[in-house]
C-alpha cells in the first residue's frame, strides 16, 4: 500500500471521526448526554472506527478507483432529551456535514496561502498536496451525506425541514441494509453517481481555487 493511500484513509478516518464528535458535541449542548456517557466525545479512534465503514468500504472503493468515502461508528443520540425535538434532530444532523465542510473551507484558505506566498519547493508541495486530500475528501464526504437516503444525514436534514411524518421515516429506516444497496446502486449504476462527481468537483475549485 502507497502513501497516498494511507494517507488517504488517515485523512478519511480523521474527518468521520470529527463529523461523528460533532453530532455528539451538539446533541450534548442542547440536552442529551448519551453520547458523552458512552464515551464517544473524544479523538480516540478505538471509540469510533467501525470495521465495514472505516476500514473495509473505503479499501473496496480505492482498489475499484473509486472517491475516498466512508463513516464511523455512529454516535447515539436520543432526542427524548431535546426541548424541541424537532430542531435537535435537525441540529445534531446538520452537525457532522458541517464539520466536513468547515474542515475543507480552512483547507481551501490554507492552500490559498500557501499558493500565494511560498517559494515552492518539496515540503510546499507535500503540505499543499496534504491539504488538497483534506479538501476533496471531506467535500466528498459533505456533499455524500446530504443524500436523504437513511441512514446518512441528508435523510434526517430532509425529514425535519420537510416535518415529514413519522410513520414513515420509520418505515423507510427500517429497510436497513436495503438502504446501504440502494445507496451503491445510485452512485455507480445511475447518472446520480457522476453528477454527484460534478458537484464535488465543483464545490473545490470555489473553495481551493482549483489547486491540484
Known amino acids: 500500500m502507497d502513501l497516498p493511500i494511507l494517507g488517504s484513509i488517515a485523512v478519511l478516518m480523521f474527518s468521520v471521526i470529527l463529523h461523528e464528535i460533532a453530532h455528539g458535541l451538539v446533541a450534548f449542548r442542547l440536552g442529551d448526554?448519551?453520547?458523552k456517557m458512552a464515551?464517544?466525545?473524544t479523538l480516540n479512534p478505538i471509540r469510533h472506527i467501525d470495521l465495514f465503514g472505516t476500514i473495509i468500504f473505503p479499501g473496496i472503493?480505492?482498489?475499484?478507483?473509486?472517491?475516498v468515502l466512508g463513516w464511523a461508528k455512529p454516535v447515539p443520540i436520543n432526542p427524548i432529551y431535546f426541548r424541541n425535538e424537532r430542531w435537535g434532530i435537525f441540529a445534531t444532523s446538520i452537525a457532522g456535514v458541517?464539520?466536513?465542510?468547515?474542515?475543507?473551507i480552512i483547507s481551501g484558505l490554507l492552500i490559498r496561502v500557501i499558493v500565494m506566498?511560498?517559494?515552492g519547493g518539496a515540503?510546499?508541495?507535500?503540505?499543499?498536496?496534504?491539504?488538497?486530500?483534506?479538501?476533496i475528501i471531506n467535500i466528498a464526504l459533505g456533499v455524500f451525506n446530504l443524500l436523504p437516503i437513511p441512514p446518512l444525514d441528508g435523510f434526517?436534514?430532509?425529514t425535519t425541514l420537510c416535518n415529514v411524518p413519522r410513520r414513515f421515516i420509520y418505515t423507510v429506516e427500517a429497510l436497513g441494509l436495503m438502504s446501504f444497496f440502494i445507496l451503491w446502486m445510485l452512485l455507480f449504476l445511475t447518472?446520480?453517481?457522476?453528477?454527484?462527481?460534478?458537484?464535488?468537483?465543483?464545490?473545490?475549485?470555489i473553495i481551493t481555487g482549483g489547486v491540484g
Not at 515540503?123 to 479538501?135: D, N
Not at 447518472?191 to 475549485?205: D, H, M, N, Q, T
Open 33 to 35: 448526554p448519551t453520547a
Open 191 to 205: 447518472p446520480v453517481g457522476r453528477g454527484i462527481s460534478i458537484v464535488i468537483k465543483k464545490l473545490f475549485e
Open 156 to 158: 434526517k436534514v430532509f
Open 123 to 135: 515540503v510546499t508541495h507535500g503540505l499543499v498536496e496534504f491539504l488538497v486530500l483534506i479538501a
Open 98 to 104: 458541517g464539520t466536513n465542510f468547515i474542515l475543507a
Open 61 to 67: 472503493l480505492i482498489l475499484m478507483g473509486g472517491p
Open 117 to 119: 506566498t511560498a517559494a
Open 39 to 41: 464515551g464517544r466525545l
